[in-house]
């Protein structure tokens, strides 16, 4: 089941229903029904067919997009000619991000805000938070059974 119905709570069975039950109040014999309900059900599950490609295709480009970016980091250590800083600073900068993060962190526990402004700062953690959860996945994944589900992508992609 896609993502949709998921957000929806909608199964494409429950779907369907629900829109049989309309084109049952416009349509009045068994055989038109039928085949009203036939249609829908094809057309239903086409869609959700597509979206579930979409959310494939999704998957597969964030997946590349993962690679690129650590081929990207793998190069520059391995280059010769690249500068410290150069080898560097995605690590100076995730490690900035995620020490900002406890930081900010801290500074909600302990109480220690501005209260006037407690919904920005309430935004800006959550942002953090964000973008340090990214950070660790990047560097260390997300799960062992996010691996394998990679693993499986990866391999059912160079078939």
Excluded at 4 to 21: C, E, F, Q, R, T
Excluded at 43 to 69: F, G, P, T, W
Excluded at 140 to 145: A, L, Q, T
């Amino acid at each position: 089941m896609g993502k949709l119905a998921d957000i929806l709570g909608l199964s494409p069975d429950k779907l369907i229903d629900s829109v049989g039950n309309v084109v049952d109040k416009f349509i009045t014999t068994k055989a038109e029904k039928e085949a009203a309900r036939l249609e829908l059900t094809k057309e239903i599950h086409r869609n959700m067919e597509v979206l579930e490609n979409m959310n494939l295709e999704s998957l597969k480009a964030q997946l590349q997009d993962n690679h690129s970016a650590r081929q990207r980091d793998i190069e520059a250590n391995n280059s010769a000619n690249a500068s410290w800083l150069s080898k560097n600073i995605s690590h100076i900068l995730a490690l900035a991000i995620i020490l900002l993060t406890f930081w900010m962190f801290n500074k909600m526990v302990s109480g220690d805000y501005n209260k006037e402004r407690e919904n920005i700062i309430f935004a800006v953690v959550g942002s953090l938070t964000t973008i340090a959860t990214a950070i660790v996945t990047y560097y260390f994944g997300s799960s062992v059974g996010s691996a394998k589900n990679r693993e499986a992508l990866l391999e059912s992609l160079k078939k």
